[in-house]
């Protein structure tokens, strides 16, 4: 497909359990982006690649959080032991990179923790 | 206090109205500037994308940076009821290294036809 694309769509989890998240991002596209949208709020960063190393995860709120590329195209955002407030929508955005920084983002996934 | 601040609206306007949406920042390293909309249920969609001070003018919409301010504007004119969305404004400072977007909270706009 043409843009970002997310899955699953929505997710319920029990309090306890981990989750994975995954991110396709558009062909081609060399900078790769993790968000948290909690309700009624802008997003937040969580964690950022550049192929496949991870240059910036000063955003991921606790070690309960992992992100990885391993071949700098998919991305898969995991959290253990999730709790109740992890339920928000995760975005990823992807920028073609070499110096702009105009982000697309896909349309999320939304986590729910009961 | 946030680095971004933006007025959660909801802001509600007939249609054909002319639309004022703004954001302060705090950070004086912010020298990108965008504006997304972001419909219920959906991920943000980029309208505006701009460098430093000045205006962008693209169709309806116009962007306006004042970097002395720390202010950034987007206008909509004959707005119409599919303008009905969230607008988010975001910020980076990639002369950092950091590529990270910051977000307002985002402006609920309503235009009622």
């Known amino acids: 497909g043409a843009g970002v694309s997310q899955s699953p769509r929505y997710k319920v989890a029990k309090r306890g359990q981990d989750v994975a998240l995954r991110c396709d991002p558009i062909?081609?596209?060399?900078?790769l982006f993790w968000y948290q949208q909690a309700l009624g709020q802008g997003p937040e960063f969580l964690t950022y690649f550049q192929n496949e190393a991870q240059l910036d995860k000063s955003g991921l709120p606790s070690d309960r959080f992992f992100a990885e590329r391993p071949e700098g195209s998919v991305s898969t955002l995991k959290i253990q032991r999730t709790q109740q407030e992890d339920s928000a929508v995760y975005l990823c955005a992807s920028s073609f990179g070499q110096g702009q920084n105009i982000q697309y983002f896909g349309a999320g996934t939304r986590l729910s923790v009961l | 206090q946030k680095e971004v601040e933006q007025d959660p609206g909801p802001l509600s306007v007939p249609e054909g109205a002319i639309v004022s949406l703004n954001c302060t920042y705090s950070n004086s390293a912010f020298q990108y500037f965008m504006w997304y909309r972001q419909y219920s249920r959906k991920g943000p969609e980029l309208l505006m994308y701009?460098?430093?001070?000045g205006n962008k003018e693209d169709g309806r919409f116009t962007a306006q940076v004042d970097k002395s301010s720390k202010y950034i504007s987007l206008f909509i004119r004959d707005s119409q009821p599919s303008d009905s969305a969230t607008y988010l404004c975001a910020m980076s400072a990639m002369d950092t290294g950091r590529r990270a977007l910051t977000f307002g909270s985002g402006t609920r706009l309503q235009v009622q036809p």
């Open positions: 062909s081609g596209h060399v900078s």
């Open positions: 701009t460098y430093s001070s």
